[in-house]
């Protein structure tokens, strides 16, 4: 408990210099935890056995509820992947900025250096501040030079170590990131990456499907990369680019010597593992051990990593220190451009659990994510709570916690749900805004970038906002329509009677609530 002693702080006049914005109702004597945040690619809400699975089993994830507080009303802020991160780590909501839907491997940095930030905010707290895994919101200025300094990045918007992928599994350039250099690059291997135009001579997934070990989709039918069709096209960067079976055992011991190298001072981890995004290639030690197909066995991998840095943060005896916090960034999908019998194997299997449709959706499926935090002694042990909270809360609420002020102007969608998020208030939001936005690929140019759609939920209420975005993509229902749609989540989860015509001045309410959102 030494470390605990020296780690925490005193209360600081900052605290109280909190503006009203994000204000907290009780004072609240700062402290400063470890944070590690884990942060999975595509869970749904259905895919643990602490969220009701019944063919998965996940006891490492299972434990970590029963040791912490389970969350079964957390929303991810966006359907997709770089919208749920921009807000995540900003603390504004995705479509208060342009360009925040699903980038490309060479997309810009879409978070300008010296925004205020998740990271930064911790740094200035005195935290050091580290992201292992996926990255997706963008590098470099417009180019990104490979073969050098790859910046701006995310050492420019707060942490001061990163060992990343540029953006998904299923985009190039398949190759990891040690700060700002490709790491393993032999400088006679340049790598060249385009998303419009064939480059080089090696074999695509299209020219050449002899050569993949699954089938996947036009999208994903660019450059080969151990057998998998990418989306995109590179050439060089041979000894540098990743093996997909080895790689959560790569992303696992990095996270790992970083919280050993740090156990001594407060740290940020931002974890944000790959599972279970296509395409799913689990470690040979999981393939085949669901019974699932690759999406299951790369759930069963999640679950595993979970209980090594549980074990690892227990070994160090820093457990009691260390607030865990782990969701996902959009809900679930089966089929996402590969042909790898996550379909077929499914069953009776509901990824989304109660919920409809999942990623890509403005349905519950594709923002209701499962969500725990454990810290113990200090997170309540064992605890369902029906809290309303969104991911873009965790800047406010963890500014409270460590008692770094946040200014009016920053974070403006971020409130200060940190009782919630410690299981000690039943009571989290009163409203979350729900959203997607679609891009619609054929082959390498994108046909649609989709109009984005927004819903709000006010307790068990919601109303989805009328568009013409399209109705379906990868087989999961959006939820589009062209006139606005009320649910009522507690008489009907599953999002299957519109209540509109029905219960009008309701939804004229809400609709003018998100209008007044969206503009203030
Ligand atoms: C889509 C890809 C999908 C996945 C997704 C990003 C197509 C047809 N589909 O564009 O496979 O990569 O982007 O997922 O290209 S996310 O979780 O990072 O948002
Ligand atoms: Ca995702």
Redesign the pocket.
Known sequence: MKAAITRRRVLLAGAAALVAQHARAAPFAPQNPNILLIYA??LGYGDLSCYGATRLRTPHLDRLAARGTRFENAHSPSA???PSRYALLTGDYAWRASGTQ?LPGDAPALIPPGKFTLPAMLKRAGYATGLVGKW?LGLGDGTVDWNGEIAPGPLDIGFDYGFFMPA?L??VPTVLIENRRVVNLDPADPIAVDYKTRIGDEPTGADNPDQLHVAG?A??SNAIVNGIGR?GFMTGGKAARWKDEDLSDLLLAKATTYIEQHKDAPFFLYFAVNEP??PRAPHPRFAGKSGMGARGDTILQLDWMVGQLTATLDALGIADDTLIVFSS??GPILF??YQDQAVELAGDHQPAGPYRSG?YAIYEGGTRVPMITCWPGQVRAGQVSRALVDHVDLVASLAALVGEPLPRDVAVDSLDMLDALLGKAGRGRDHVIEDTKL?V?TGTTVASSGERILAIRAGDWKLIRGSVAPHEF?GNAIGTSPRDQLYDLARDPGETVDLTAKLSDRARMLAAWLDRIEKG
């Open positions: 690619d595509d997709t992947c770089t699903i997706h998904t299923d985009r989709d999208e994903h989306i995004h296509v960034d959009n996402d451009g990623k891009m690929t990868h």
